[in-house]
């Protein structure tokens, strides 16, 4: 329906058209933006070079997908990550998931502490990067002990290029554990269904606030070229 927008003076400034979009269809749009970048801009790419001896996709993103169905995950919010991208994936085709594209990590928290709310369980994935920001907000998990887990991609460690990702890489873990978040890892591909599985448990089950790190070396180095 067309609608008018007013400036402060309450002179319009210009008729626009709402247009209605799916809540899917947007949450894909706002994930696919983050998948391309400027021909021109450097890329960052990952540490394995011989395509030929490199696998397409890793299995262990399909475990994680697979572990989250089976404990009746429903709620995913996400700030898109390459490191996750193959299971947001996984979890937008799904009908019984709903992925929900963040601005900023700590919404996730509060997303997850509703979702329990209203009977629902969830998953909030990040990247080692964000877990600063959500040192306020994770006190929810203390308040209100619902279940949380975060499952959270590693920077700043293993063969890291960028600097930048070294300092919140390295206080990842402690910054958790101060808050009272019980931290498991991950840091080779047989490992993952093990540590996520019991993370999952120990979360949903006992209420017990959890953070997985799934480690650079788990997830590959990137090495940033011209």
Known sequence: ??????????????????????????EMKMHARTEAAPE????????????????????????IFGILQRFDVRQVPYVPDAGHSQLIERVLGASSMRGVPLTTEEEGVALLAGAWAGGQR???????????????????????RFPFLTLVTMRGEWGEFN????????????????????????SHPDEVREVVEAGAGQAYNACTPTAVLLSQRLIGAKVFTK
Do not use: H
């Not at 600097?163 to 991950?186: D, N, Y």
């Open 163 to 186: 600097p930048w990702q070294v300092p919140m890489g390295s206080s990842t873990q402690a910054v958790f554990e101060l808050c009272g978040i019980k931290v498991l890892r991950a």
């Open 122 to 144: 969830g998953v909030l994935l990040m990247q080692s990067s964000g877990v600063g920001n959500c040192v306020n907000m994770l006190s929810l998990t203390q308040i209100f």
């Open 1 to 26: 329906m067309p609608f008018l927008l007013f400036s402060r003076t309450g002179f319009p400034l210009q008729s626009r058209t709402a247009n209605t979009v799916s809540p899917n269809r947007l």
């Open 40 to 63: 021109t801009a450097p890329e960052a790419k990952s540490s394995c070079q011989d395509k030929s001896s490199c696998p397409d996709k890793p299995s262990w993103p399909e475990e």
